[in-house]
């Protein structure tokens, strides 16, 4: 994982971020639709709305709210052959892939195309030459493998492991700039564990997942294949990666590890210092072959997994040096080169680690590959045509909402002194809201593209963004920077910044619904609102101080009363079972039912504070109470694969969304009185296995 997503699986946020981005142009426009790009809507995806005839009348709200607001529709829309999950937000994802599409399809087509037009412009059409990638093969990747292949001594594999980080391709481990801890006003370069291929360390050694690693092998060996390998070197080569890989599962953290303490990315050290911990890896010539300063101190995150690199080096034949970056080279790759690839890419990491039927279409993939190389440029594109101005200002109002009922709830929380009251009041007053897109644009010059090669095109982007990442080492944080693309359907906190960051794509129904009713957009984006703030108060967001920097506000007697009550919210989750033998991880998932739990009875305050003098005349039969929780229910709308089911209960801090939708409702006296709950039913947690925390 890159660093920011890393952190957002610790610390808060709700979905990858991309690597930030160190300089920015002139003030954006306002995003009125442009004269160059037009947008037919008639060829887009709709977004799902709450309708009060999906709820299905033989099921109960008191028993499972999900099952209540949302069975209906899952019998009407199974998992389409191209995805592992199905929901509201997929349904949104695809209206913006939809819109991007015309976008890029109008990039490519103007010949005077310049800045961002021309960069999505030359991904696009190269992404779409097929005939022309088909042709090349594995040609693109022959300058790499090559130097793979040069490699025949200890001193030349550090040399390769710097040269081809330098050039954003270090399959090893990660280094990329964040703030830092301590002082979140300044960038610091952060080395962070990395060189596997599944999704945790568990894949590596536990029996129920033998499967998934056994097809990894098989993979392993297919690839080496189409690489140039005969059929019986790249088997014995793949065992020899797996040994590799294995190895390296035995010094990582797990994510339950990593999600669960955030100051395990923080490990301050000199280069000098870090040069004697790992004696065959010289950060000192790391730094000075990646083009820039060597810095006074940088984190050497996980230090133990870099100690076993360095003894690698030294006691790994070369032989396995070369076959494990040979495959990682081409794995890769492969989602942007030949038909063979692109199939064995498929095979495994979508059909059998996640259950995906048939690959996405070409476009999509395309789109994917822009979003992930030039996500904030094509964004620059999307809210040109698809973000309404006034879209912006009534979320800046919810926002402001939602705050003032925070501010309530931490004001009246009875468990909590006022000493440590105080300092989270400082946290609430500075709180920075991002909404829509970037108040600067991302400067892209310097990013040379052309439509000779997509492969060439992706590793130009993606040697620029590390090197843009880089370069912001040492120097001051940029605050007007976004994690996310505007086009993004998800949100997410930063606690190094104390903001909260609503992409354009988001707010959009079920979520945001400018022709609904107060009650279902507080249930929808003003949940969201509500579970980005309450980010900054979840077991790790507390320890960041109204700065961002890392620091202790809280009394010991208030630390040990939240982590009581936080521990009841982890057994609550525990006993969630997924599928028959597959619990929740209670402990991996804290952070996000923290969010989920407080964001929600925060938005349900700032309803009632909206609507309080206003009737409450029931729609099509139901209260406004009613409305709040089915629309919360309808945003947790999703389905998945067995196998995806499996990935994301072993590796993913957010639980799945089943329980979301009935984990904190179930914790709320309001959600029990809205539907008329007695003691006792499933869905009505009182006395001790009741959760409050803020």
Same mark, same amino acid.
């Given at each position: 994982m890159l660093l920011p997503l890393a952190i957002a699986a610790a610390v808060a946020a709700c979905a990858k971020p991309e690597s930030a981005a160190p300089a920015a142009s002139p003030a954006a426009p306002a995003p009125a639709a442009a004269a160059a790009l037009t947008l037919d809507e008639s060829k887009l995806p709709q977004p799902v709305r709450f309708a009060a005839s999906d709820v299905d009348p033989a099921?109960?709200?008191?028993?499972?709210?999900?099952?209540?607001?949302?069975?209906?529709?899952?019998?009407?829309?199974?998992?389409?052959?191209?995805?592992?999950?199905?929901?509201?937000?997929?349904?949104?994802?695809?209206?913006?892939?939809?819109?991007?599409?015309?976008?890029?399809?109008?990039?490519?087509?103007?010949?005077?195309?310049?800045? =961002?037009?021309?960069?999505?412009?030359?991904?696009?059409a190269s992404g779409m030459d097929e005939a022309k990638i088909e042709a090349q093969g594995i040609a693109p990747l022959k300058d790499e493998l090559a130097a793979i292949d040069a490699v025949t001594s200890p001193e030349q594999l550090g040399g390769y492991l710097r040269d081809s980080a330098a050039h954003g391709r270090n399959v090893l481990f990660d280094f990329s700039a964040e703030a830092d801890f301590k002082n979140s006003s300044q960038n610091l370069?952060?080395?962070?564990?990395?060189?596997?291929?599944?999704?945790?360390?568990?894949?590596?050694?536990?029996?129920?997942?033998?499967?998934?690693?056994?097809?990894?092998?098989?993979?392993?060996?297919?690839?080496?294949?189409?690489?140039?390998?005969?059929?019986?070197?790249?088997?014995?080569?793949?065992?020899?990666?797996?040994?590799?890989?294995?190895?390296?599962?035995?010094?990582?953290?797990?994510?339950?590890?990593?999600?669960?303490?955030?100051?395990?990315?923080?490990?301050?050290?000199s280069p000098a210092k870090a040069d004697e911990l790992t004696p065959n890896f010289s950060w000192t010539k790391f730094f000075e072959s990646q083009g820039v300063a060597t810095p006074k101190m940088f984190s050497l995150s996980m230090p133990?997994?870099?100690?076993? =690199?360095?003894?690698?080096?030294?006691?790994?034949?070369?032989?396995?040096?070369?076959?494990?970056?040979?495959?990682?080279?081409?794995?890769?790759?492969?989602?942007?080169l030949s038909a063979p690839f692109v199939q064995e890419s498929f095979e495994f990491h979508a059909k059998a680690m996640r259950g995906q039927k048939e690959p996405k279409a070409r476009w999509k993939r395309v789109l994917g590959g822009i979003e992930d190389q030039a996500g904030e440029a094509m964004g620059q594109l999307y809210v040109k045509v698809a973000f309404p101005a006034e879209a912006k200002a009534r979320t800046e109002a919810l926002v402001q909402q939602l705050r003032t009922a925070l501010k309530a709830r931490i004001e009246n929380l009875s468990w909590m002194s006022a000493q440590t009251k105080q300092k989270a009041l400082e946290k609430w007053a500075s709180f920075t809201p991002k909404i829509g897109y970037p108040d600067k644009w991302r400067d892209w010059s310097g990013l040379a593209t052309g439509r000779d090669s997509y492969y060439a095109n992706v590793r130009a982007a993606n040697e620029f963004n590390y090197k843009w990442?880089?370069?912001?080492?040492?120097?001051?944080?940029?605050?007007?920077?976004?994690?996310?693309?505007?086009?993004?359907?998800?949100?997410?906190?930063?606690?190094?910044?104390?903001? =909260?960051?609503?992409?354009?794509?988001?707010?959009?129904?079920?979520?945001?619904?400018?022709?609904?009713?107060d009650a279902t957009n507080y249930g929808g984006i003003g949940a969201v609102i509500g579970h980005e703030m309450i980010h900054g108060y979840d077991d790790q967001g507390s320890r960041f101080d109204p700065a961002g920097n890392m620091a202790n506000w809280w009394t010991p007697a208030d630390a040990k009363g939240f982590a009581a009550r936080s521990q009841k919210l982890i057994e609550q989750f525990d006993?969630?079972?997924?599928?028959?033998?597959?619990?929740?991880?209670?402990?991996?998932?804290?952070?996000?039912n923290i969010a989920d739990l407080g964001g929600l009875a925060t938005a349900y305050d700032a309803m009632r504070l909206a609507t309080a003098d206003a009737?409450?005349?029931?729609?099509?039969?139901?209260?406004?109470?009613?409305?709040?929780?089915?629309?919360?229910?309808?945003?947790?709308?999703?389905?998945?694969?067995?196998?995806?089911?499996k990935v994301l209960v072993a590796s993913n801090p957010h639980a799945p969304s089943d329980f979301r939708a009935i984990g904190a409702p179930s914790n709320l006296p309001a959600f029990a009185a809205a539907f008329s709950c007695k003691p006792g039913q499933p869905m009505v947690r009182d006395g001790d296995k009741q959760v409050v925390i803020w």
């Open positions: 099921k109960s709200a008191c028993d499972n709210l999900g099952e209540y607001a949302n069975s209906k529709w899952f019998a009407a829309n199974p998992i389409p052959g191209d995805r592992s999950s199905w929901g509201v937000s997929d349904v949104l994802a695809e209206r913006s892939l939809a819109i991007q599409r015309q976008l890029a399809e109008q990039a490519a087509g103007d010949a005077k195309a310049a800045g =961002v037009e021309k960069l999505v412009g030359d991904l696009w370069g952060y080395a962070t564990q990395g060189g596997l291929s599944l999704p945790d360390r568990g894949y590596y050694f536990d029996a129920d997942k033998r499967d998934k690693l056994e097809a990894y092998r098989a993979h392993i060996g297919k690839v080496l294949e189409l690489a140039g390998a005969d059929a019986a070197a790249a088997k014995k080569q793949a065992d020899a990666v797996i040994a590799f890989e294995t190895r390296l599962a035995q010094v990582s953290l797990s994510s339950e590890q990593l999600s669960r303490d955030v100051a395990l990315y923080y490990n301050p050290t133990g997994f870099h100690q076993e =690199v360095s003894k690698m080096i030294a006691d790994t034949p070369l032989e396995t040096w070369r076959a494990y970056l040979r495959y990682h080279t081409v794995d890769g790759a492969s989602p942007y990442s880089l370069g912001k080492i040492g120097k001051p944080v940029d605050k007007t920077e976004w994690g996310m693309s505007p086009q993004t359907v998800n949100a997410y906190y930063n606690p190094l910044q104390n903001e =909260v960051v609503f992409p354009a794509a988001i707010l959009q129904p079920p979520f945001f619904d400018p022709k609904a009713d006993g969630y079972e997924a599928a028959p033998g597959l619990k929740v991880n209670g402990k991996l998932t804290l952070g996000e009737p409450d005349p029931k729609t099509d039969g139901l209260s406004r109470d009613q409305r709040f929780f089915l629309s919360f229910a309808v945003s947790w709308r999703d389905r998945y694969t067995p196998d995806l089911l």
